[in-house]
Structures are given as structure tokens and as C-alpha cells.
């Protein structure tokens, strides 16, 4: 039997839910709230003829873009955190040398995301969320091969729905500076997907 095909009970409840946090911004979700939502400060405009008018940011960022930056964000540290984890408890070499990629490639993700929220006044969250933290104090109770393999498949799992959230963002938002930056990650996860993959189906190298 093939090493990804044992699984536990436990292990599958920690993949069901992992990650279920950062993308509790689901796509369908973030398309129902395609429309601009003037909750910005109001501009204040004066007439030659003294009189005060208020008018809304026209510039406003949406909620569209707003709910990408707080999953994109919950995201990314929540994979540097239990890629830091995983450094400590897995068992392959592979899936340490996987983990290290995740804390470098998300960190800097991460980091470029708090700069472009903070240019577009948009709150940033704290922490993964606490879906997520119990998911990680779950999975932190596992080690060596059991924690390789469910590393491994939420791996598969988190980039596949992260690689839709980013598509999604890069092709329909409406913040230029947004769109310009999730198109820009989009390869990374794709290569993230790739590799996460390619260590789920290697049953070999998993197992040496």
C-alpha cells in the first residue's frame, strides 16, 4: 500500500481542517462582494463659494480586495508557522528541505503583502487565525512519517486553493497594486504546488 494511502483518524481530521481559516474567504465568497464599498474616510470638499461637500473615495479599496489581502495574509504566516514546525518534526529529508522553502519563499510574501496593505490603508490581520492554531497545536502532536504525510498532503491541498485565491485576485481585483503583486506570486505557488506534489507521489523518497 502506497505510503499516502495509510491514514489515521486523527490525521485526516488535521488535514480536513488545516488551512480551512486562511480560505475562509472562499472564491464564491469573494465574488459575491464585487462591488465597491465606500467605507474609507470621506473627502471633504470645499466650494469657491464656501460651501462644504462631502464626497466618497471613488478610490476606495473594495471589499473584493480587502477580503484577498486578509487571506492572502492568514495565508502565508500560517505557512511559515508550520513550515517552522515542520522543520522540527519531520522525519525525510525532503520534507525538511520543503519546509525551509515555504518559511523563506511565504515570509517574504508575507512581509511584501503587510507593505502593500499598510501604502492602501487596509487593516492587516494578526496571527493565522484560531481555526488555523488549533489545526497547528494538532498538528504539532505529530512526528516523523505520520507528520510527513499529513504535512505533505495539506501542503497539496492549502496550494491548490491558494493558487485560485491568487489567479482570482491577479485577474479580477481592482487595486492595481494588489492585482500587479498577486500576479507576480502566482508562479511561486504554482512551484510550491509542484514540488508538494512531487514529494506526495514519491513514496520511495518518502520512506528513506
Known amino acids: 500500500m502506497s505510503f499516502f ?25 469573494i465574488n459575491s462582494t464585487r462591488i465597491l464599498a465606500f467605507d474609507s474616510p470621506n473627502s471633504q470638499v470645499t466650494t469657491k463659494y464656501g460651501q462644504h461637500i462631502t464626497q466618497p473615495n471613488l478610490y476606495a479599496i473594495n471589499s473584493f480586495d ?36 515555504m518559511v523563506q519563499d511565504h515570509t517574504q510574501a508575507y512581509n511584501e503583502l503587510k507593505v502593500l496593505a499598510r501604502q492602501q490603508n487596509i487593516t492587516f490581520p494578526a496571527g493565522i487565525g484560531k481555526q488555523n492554531q488549533a489545526t497547528l497545536t494538532n498538528l504539532s502532536k505529530l512526528s516523523g512519517s505520520a507528520f510527513d504525510q499529513t504535512y505533505m498532503n495539506n ?3 492549502a496550494h491548490i486553493k491558494t493558487l485560485s485565491l491568487f489567479e482570482q485576485e491577479a485577474q479580477q481585483g481592482e487595486d492595481p497594486a494588489l ?3 498577486a500576479a507576480k506570486i502566482v508562479p511561486t505557488v504554482e512551484e510550491h504546488l509542484q514540488m508538494a506534489r512531487s514529494i506526495v507521489g514519491n513514496d520511495n523518497g518518502m520512506n528513506k
Do not use: D, P
Not at 8 to 21: C, D, H
Not at 80 to 94: D, P
Open 179 to 181: 492585482k500587479a503583486w
Open 66 to 101: 480587502k477580503q484577498f489581502v486578509t487571506a492572502a495574509a492568514q495565508g502565508n504566516l500560517a505557512e511559515v508557522e508550520v513550515g517552522k514546525l515542520a522543520l522540527k518534526q519531520a522525519s525525510k529529508t525532503e520534507v525538511k528541505q520543503f519546509a525551509e522553502r
Open 5 to 29: 494511502t495509510k491514514r489515521v483518524r486523527t490525521q485526516r481530521l488535521i488535514s480536513l481542517g488545516f488551512f480551512s481559516a486562511i480560505l475562509a474567504v472562499s472564491i464564491t465568497t
Open 155 to 157: 501542503m497539496v491541498e
